[in-house]
């Protein structure tokens, strides 16, 4: 018991060095893995949709999904995962780490670099490098007609119209007959350019609040 006490200790410790997360961060949510898995030691996205408080969100699909992401994990792997452990469970939940006062501006910088990456790969399905048209219209639908305000149709027609007017900021010069082939991970930086989303980019419906998780251990 107490070496298997150890190792956990010491597997905590690693997660906490490699994510910035405080030892007591990494047990909380080592608790919340434990109750979402039914005490086993990985999950599965069947454990993810029974969380209620996803019930109603318009990307539930993407966020889950997002979890089961091999490029979310940092370990230079694509795919996805039909299981995860918790290491794979932390390194996700890294991307929802706000920034603290103590951190450079390269260190934002980077941070928020990865968040931006983190939501591109969420819309970039199929990991081709660019958010086509129709993994584009996909979030839109999602997000407009479910909330019952909108029909499927009207969404689809706003989502093309919102593809047209990136097209025409990111190849101001694009012909007639010339194709866009969708957004690349560079017009998406552009895209989204002086949006504050470090701090704003957290997450609850795991029952933990990562908004007062903040990067490095606490001095």
């Known amino acids: 018991m107490g070496a298997s006490q150890t190792r956990t200790e010491d597997v905590f410790q690693e997660l906490s060095d490699k ?10 949510l080592h608790k919340r893995f434990r109750q979402l898995s039914g005490d086993e030691d990985t999950i599965s996205k ?16 993407q966020i889950i999904e997002a979890f089961f992401d091999k490029r979310n994990q940092n370990d230079g792997e694509v795919g996805s995962s039909r299981e995860i452990g918790f290491q794979q469970f932390v390194k996700v939940m890294c991307h ?25 790969n969420m819309h970039d399905t199929d990991n081709d490098g660019t958010i086509t048209l129709d993994e584009y219209r996909k979030v839109v ?12 149709e009207a969404a689809k027609a ?13 190849v101001p010069h694009m012909e007639p007959h010339e194709f866009y082939e969708g957004i690349t991970f560079e017009h998406f930086e552009q895209i989204l350019k002086g949006l504050e989303m470090e701090s704003r980019m957290n997450i609850r419906f795991l029952d933990v609040d990562t908004s007062t998780m903040h990067c490095g251990k606490s001095q």
């Open 19 to 28: 994510t910035g997360f405080s030892l007591e961060q990494i047990r909380i």
């Open 46 to 61: 069947e454990n993810l949709e029974k969380i209620q408080a996803l019930d109603k969100n318009p990307i539930r699909n």
């Open 96 to 120: 929802f780490k706000p920034p603290t006062l103590k951190m450079t501006t390269e260190d934002k910088e980077a941070m928020r670099r990865e968040k931006l990456r983190f939501l591109f």
């Open 141 to 152: 639908e999602e997000l407009l007609s479910k909330s019952g305000a909108i029909g499927l």
């Open 158 to 170: 706003i989502a093309d119209a919102a593809m047209l007017e990136v097209a025409s900021i990111n």
